[in-house]
């Protein structure tokens, strides 16, 4: 659907964001600046709002828990895309994803919003051998299942035509960041290991890549439907392992068997992480979205420069 004007007055270039300060919220914020947009980032400090300010957008001080600085922060706003994740200390983790998402509902309705993205993930999908399309059966397990309920609040709000709601489910995001900083360090030290052979194929995505997803979505995605946000090219995990290992010049890590994985990690975690999900991005694509970054080859010695300037110095 293409933007226009709210009955409010809001303004179709005017997009919330919460979560902007965070490792998705960040790269998203600059992508929508670049792209002209007015960009509000909600962030619960203003020592945050400066990463905000940095990449391009206007900084807001409140909370998705918080429907009164909600509103304040979307007035105007044609659009909001909900990427907050991390709860407060002693806070129910389900909280800022699923009842947040509903008070982004709600403040969509009472702002005269016509656009809402949710972000997700696609560890929602259950594992299988044949590629993973949008309407592939789902398996959602621990903090899969709060994005996945969370999903589900933001899709039975959507009104066609007046409140266009989206889930965007990204593969595996890799950048200076995240889970990637940590795997990449972690292998560097010899502290990583990969769960029985690494067959299992897991779908990559850069951090610039998925930002500009969240845009091509925005601006072109049909109301009601979910994408997948990956590159071109699913990957065995012992692969992918074994290439950032060579790039860094570290030893291959060695293997631990799913047994002694479910004792370490948690079932839930060594389940995700032993899943085989080569999942499809055609969906997207049809939408005239393309990777920068075909595979993981062409992305990740990007990422592993930022993180090692200098030749093997981590940036802190």
């Known amino acids: 659907m293409a933007a226009e004007s709210s009955p409010n007055g809001a303004g179709p270039r005017r997009v919330l964001v919460v979560g902007a300060s965070g490792f998705l919220g960040r790269s998203v914020v600059r992508a929508l600046s670049e792209e ?76 005269g919003m016509r656009r809402l993205i949710v972000g997700s993930g696609y560890w929602v999908y259950r594992g299988q051998p044949d590629p993973i399309t949008e309407v592939s059966p789902v398996d959602p397990r621990g903090e899969s299942k709060v994005n996945y309920d969370a999903e589900r609040v933001g899709l039975e709000a959507h009104v066609p035509g007046t409140l266009d709601v989206n889930v965007v489910r990204p593969g595996m995001v890799y950048g200076d960041g995240s889970w990637f900083r940590s795997l990449t360090l972690a292998i560097r030290s010899g502290e990583y290991s990969v769960i029985g052979e690494g ?71 060594a389940h995700h992480l032993a899943a085989d999900r080569p999942v499809s991005n055609q969906r997207l694509r049809g939408l005239g979205w ?20 200098r030749g093997g110095q981590d940036r802190r």
């Open 36 to 111: 002209g947009f007015e960009v509000h980032g909600l962030v619960r400090d203003m020592a945050k709002g400066e990463i905000v300010r940095t990449n391009g957008g206007i900084p807001y001080l409140g909370d998705v828990l918080d429907p009164s600085t909600l509103r304040a922060a979307a007035t105007g706003c044609y659009a909001a895309i909900h990427l907050a994740a991390n709860p407060s200390r002693d806070e129910d983790p389900s909280r800022v994803r699923v009842e947040g998402t509903q008070n982004l509902v709600e403040t969509a309705w009472s702002e």
């Open 199 to 269: 067959q299992n194929r897991w779908s990559f995505v850069s951090l610039r890549d998925t930002a500009t997803a969240f845009v091509r979505v925005l601006t072109s995605g049909a109301g009601g439907e979910v994408y997948n946000v990956v590159d071109d090219r699913p990957a065995p995990w012992r692969e992918f392992v074994d290439y950032v290992a060579a790039q860094i010049g570290a030893n291959s890590p060695p293997s631990v068997s799913p047994e002694a994985a479910d004792e370490q990690m948690g079932e839930v975690v």
């Open 290 to 309: 393309a990777p920068r970054y075909p595979t993981y080859r062409d992305g990740v010695p990007v990422v592993l420069r930022e993180i090692f300037p």
